[in-house]
């Protein structure tokens, strides 16, 4: 079946890095845009950064250019988010997603803290 599993969240420091990873199985990964959502308490779930199918385009939330990375590994069917210079406003819940027309998928999410 279908599963995105995504690790590397946890907490960290004001300015601190962090590497997310996402484990695609069960699709044909290298045909899918992924994506990186967040949600913080209270607030709704928003987009983060999205990569298409062969890594050419990449996209980013305006409040992350410049600090978050997106790249994807498709012999590894892996996604990744690589997260520099944190503000305490990135805690949240990310999730990973793998979106192709009709078809939308959804990891568990892992929770990223940042705080002193």
């Known amino acids: 079946q279908v599963q995105l599993v995504e690790s590397g969240g946890g907490l960290v420091q004001p300015g601190g890095s962090l590497r997310l990873s996402c484990a695609a199985s069960?699709?044909?990964?290298?045909?899918?845009?992924m994506n990186w959502y967040r949600q913080a308490p209270g607030k709704e779930r928003g987009l983060v950064a999205t990569?298409?199918?062969?890594?050419?385009?990449?996209n980013y939330a305006d409040s992350v250019k410049g600090r978050f990375t997106i790249s994807r590994d498709n012999a590894k069917n892996t996604v990744y988010l690589q997260m520099n210079s944190l503000k305490p406003e990135d805690t949240a819940v990310y999730f990973c997603?793998?979106?192709?027309?009709?078809?939308?998928?959804w990891g568990q999410g892992t929770q990223v803290t940042v705080s002193s």
């Open positions: 997603n793998a979106y192709r027309n009709a078809y939308n998928y």
């Open positions: 069960g699709f044909t990964f290298s045909a899918y845009t």
């Open positions: 990569i298409t199918t062969g890594g050419a385009t990449r």
